[in-house]
């Protein structure tokens, strides 16, 4: 499908909208990587081992466990760790947007989530082109500042991520 923005697109296709939705997911997908280096840097385990306890967790339980082990740690950063991250467990809407149906009009997006149990309902999560921008941009506001205080390099994260003999081929400029 073409993206054509003109005064008959509704807002969930319009470039500036799609752009703001790949920053959200951009930055999300970020934040999972920051998130299981973090626990690898807490466990003290091997990049395998962190991998092996990470890889099947839904980011809930990594969550969690993330923040047990910083409250737990020495580590004199807690509070600049844990502030933004938990302000991003508690404002992402990251399941809203992964797993909802979209209805649009010229001037608002509608994110509709469903029950995953219990009663049927139907919750919808309304924005303005502003508003979303807004919640986008202090998503990836948020994990900038979450990355930050891990004091982490990208070389740190890239041995944590990737097999040894991947490395180079996977990280390429």
Same mark, same amino acid.
């Given at each position: 499908?073409?993206?054509?923005?003109?005064?008959?697109?509704?807002?969930?296709?319009?470039?500036?909208?799609?752009?703001?939705?790949?920053?959200? +997911?951009?930055?999300?997908?970020?934040?999972?990587?920051?998130?299981?280096?973090?626990?690898?840097?807490?466990?003290?385990?091997?990049?395998?081992?962190?991998?092996?306890?990470?890889?099947?967790?839904?980011?809930?339980?990594?969550?969690?466990?993330?923040?047990?082990?910083?409250?737990?740690?020495?580590?004199?950063?807690?509070?600049?760790?844990?502030?933004?991250?938990?302000?991003?467990?508690?404002? /992402?809407?990251?399941?809203?947007?992964?797993?909802?149906?979209? /209805?649009?009009?010229?001037?608002?997006?509608?994110?509709?989530?469903?029950?995953?149990?219990?009663?049927?309902?139907?919750?919808?999560?309304?924005?303005?082109?502003?508003?979303?921008?807004?919640?986008?941009?202090?998503?990836?506001?948020?994990?900038?500042?979450? +990355?930050?205080?891990?004091?982490?390099?990208?070389?740190?994260?890239? /041995?944590?991520?990737?097999?040894?003999?991947?490395?180079?081929?996977?990280?390429?400029?």
């Amino acid at each position: 499908m073409a993206i054509k923005d003109d005064s008959s697109t509704p807002l969930a296709l319009t470039q500036p909208f799609l752009t703001f939705l790949g920053l959200f +997911y951009s930055t999300w997908s970020s934040i999972d990587l920051t998130t299981d280096y973090a626990i690898f840097k807490f466990l003290k385990v091997t990049p395998q081992q962190s991998h092996l306890i990470t890889s099947g967790m839904m980011f809930g339980r990594k969550a969690r466990l993330l923040v047990d082990l910083v409250r737990h740690s020495a580590d004199p950063n807690k509070a600049r760790i844990l502030g933004p991250f938990n302000k991003l467990r508690g404002m /992402a809407k990251r399941d809203v947007f992964a797993h909802s149906h979209v /209805a649009s009009t010229l001037t608002k997006v509608t994110f509709i989530e469903h029950a995953t149990s219990g009663e049927f309902k139907a919750i919808k999560h309304t924005f303005t082109f502003q508003q979303f921008m807004d919640h986008a941009m202090s998503v990836s506001n948020h994990a900038t500042d979450f +990355y930050n205080s891990l004091s982490v390099t990208k070389e740190e994260i890239e /041995a944590r991520t990737a097999v040894p003999e991947m490395r180079t081929r996977i990280f390429v400029q």
